[in-house]
């Protein structure tokens, strides 16, 4: 019928972009775990990736952390539970807050910079020419990028966390009149392993999330300045959405009883 003409041609085009997505990501992962591997350039990606984005991810995780403790000071007060604030505060960072605003901001940033870099190599040839000079693509520019994030995200996290908790306490502590002792205390004995290390492999997921739609996108531009500004924007929306659903199946994977 041709009024499902449409949606099937959606259908087929989403499945055609899966499996090149799909194939890519396994060229490009079979491509770093096998040598050579080019230590200078993913340290090189390791500081673009991670040291560069330390500011705008200790921003938001401290102001994070500070809305957070307000809104649940203006919640629990409703029910005299105040005292749960530094419970809230934590397991939200540690779980849910600080490994996907971490990942969304490096989408923002890292994302786009990766589509825009390997995207005007490919519409001015700079990829093919590597292809001339016995230089594998993926080995040069994907490889180093994947195993950066994989690598960097879960630092960024990390010292997200620490941020953001600080920033849950510091509000608490001079705004709210919470005893400093009592903060800290209920702090560290409501944190569990398992919530640090969730947040964790959220972030390396994440990481490598962002570096492969980045590198796949700005691999597969075509059409000049213009098909390059597509495959920044692509890359940085499609980042964000698997970001938010492979959240869900990890917090899945880890807390589903």
Do not use: W
Not at 37 to 66: D, E, H, K, N
Not at 112 to 140: H, S, W
């Amino acid at each position: 019928m041709p009024i499902l003409q449409p949606i099937g041609r959606t259908f087929l085009r989403f499945l055609e972009a899966t499996g090149h997505l799909s194939l890519f990501a396994a060229t490009a992962v079979g491509h770093c775990v096998r040598p050579p591997i080019y230590p200078r350039l993913i340290g090189r990606q390791m500081i673009a990736i991670g040291y560069y984005s330390l500011p705008v991810v200790g921003l938001t995780a401290i102001f994070t952390g500070m809305v957070l403790a307000l809104q649940s000071y203006t919640g629990f007060a409703r029910f005299s539970a105040e005292s749960a604030i530094p419970n809230v505060v934590v397991i939200s960072i540690t779980r849910e807050l600080g490994p996907v605003l971490a990942g969304l901001m490096v989408a923002g940033r890292v994302g786009a910079a990766i589509a825009a870099e390997i995207g005007t190599m490919r519409v001015t040839e700079q990829i093919d020419a590597l292809d001339t000079l016995a230089t594998n693509p993926f080995k040069y520019l994907i490889a180093p990028r994947l195993i950066a994030g994989l690598t960097m995200m879960p630092i960024l996290v990390l010292i997200a966390d620490i941020i953001g908790v600080f920033g849950g306490y510091v509000v608490s502590i001079y705004k709210l009149g919470f005893n400093p002792y009592v903060y800290l205390k209920h702090t560290i004995d409501f944190v569990e392993v398992q919530d640090v290390v969730s947040g964790l492999v959220k972030a390396g997921v994440f990481g490598f999330l962002v570096t492969l739609m980045g590198c796949y996108h700005g691999y597969n531009s075509k059409g000049g300045a213009e098909g390059v500004g597509a495959a920044t924007t692509n890359a940085v929306v499609s980042a964000s959405i698997l970001i938010l659903c492979f959240n869900y199946f990890i917090t899945e994977m880890f807390f589903a009883r």
